[in-house]
């Protein structure tokens, strides 16, 4: 899914217009009408991070590519390179079981994120 298309599927489960989003945000409506609309080029690291504020997300869940520089700057073991080859290898039903269990675990303490 686009950034784009995950922004406007979050907001709009959510039941808030583009004006909501961004007065949370400290964006313009145009800024979400066009990040929604992939008329604007993909947000800078600024907006990524407020708008995972906004949906109470972190911000490599909301857009891909700071999830590509966490695994790079993260995954140093084979475990850890494995584990994630094993979790992109998953279809639909597998990722949702995997994160059903994950959600069950208990969470490790998280390391402050850096800013880009």
């Known amino acids: 899914?686009?950034?784009?298309?995950?922004?406007?599927?979050?907001?709009v489960q959510r039941g808030w217009t583009q004006l909501y989003v961004a007065q949370k945000a400290g964006i313009t409506v145009n800024a979400v009408s066009?990040?929604?609309?992939?008329?604007?080029?993909l947000p800078n690291a600024d907006t990524v991070e407020r708008l995972a504020k906004v949906f109470?997300?972190?911000?490599?869940?909301?857009?891909s590519r700071w999830l590509g520089e966490r695994v790079v700057a993260e995954a140093r073991s084979l475990a850890q390179?494995?584990?994630?080859?094993?979790?992109?290898?998953?279809d639909e039903t597998g990722m949702k079981w995997m994160l059903d269990q994950l959600a069950k675990a208990p969470k490790p303490a998280r390391k402050p994120r850096r800013r880009r």
């Open 1 to 11: 899914m686009s950034f784009g298309a995950l922004l406007r599927h979050l907001r």
């Open 34 to 41: 066009n990040l929604e609309r992939e008329v604007a080029q």
């Open 56 to 63: 109470d997300m972190a911000p490599e869940e909301l857009d």
């Open 81 to 90: 390179r494995q584990a994630i080859n094993q979790l992109l290898a998953l």
